[in-house]
Nanobody, 125 residues
Framework: VQLQAFGGGLVQAGGSLRLSCAAS????????MGWFRQAPGKVREFVAA????????SYADSVKGRFTISRGDARSTVFLQMNSLKPEDTAVYYC???????????????????WGQGTEVTVSS
């Protein structure tokens, strides 16, 4: 399974960005997917997740009401719409996949099955 994340960039505080993560590979199918981020000198933290069906989502408290996670029609792509960005959102953002598809447990980075490469988001004040 390969996960490819893209869409990062430089944006001013209050602006928006949309990240995408595309999954491929014969082993992929039926995964819940999520986004994590890691700022310099900090541990990787959970941001948002969505189940395979798309019916269930979860968010970190720090992004609730500002970020929205969704899946594409083909289920193999996940989007993270980030609005009202703040300087503290600056980080490298990673997408991850977790079995089973309707996973409802803790989104601990150590439990993820697959990782994509990061895409950098910088929010200037």
């Amino acid at each position: 399974v390969q996960l490819q994340a893209f869409g990062g960039g430089l944006v001013q505080a209050g602006g928006s960005l949309r990240l995408s993560c595309a999954a491929s590979g014969r082993a992929f199918g039926g995964c819940a997917m999520g986004w994590f981020r890691q700022a310099p000198g900090k541990v990787r933290e959970f941001v948002a997740a969505v189940t395979w069906s798309g019916r269930s989502t979860s968010y970190a408290d720090s992004v609730k009401g500002r970020f929205t996670i969704s899946r594409g029609d083909a289920r193999s792509t996940v989007f993270l719409q980030m609005n009202s960005l703040k300087p503290e959102d600056t980080a490298v953002y990673y997408c991850a996949a977790k079995y089973p598809g309707e996973y409802s447990g803790n989104w601990d980075y150590a439990l993820m099955n697959y990782w994509g490469q990061g895409t950098e988001v910088t929010v200037s004040s």
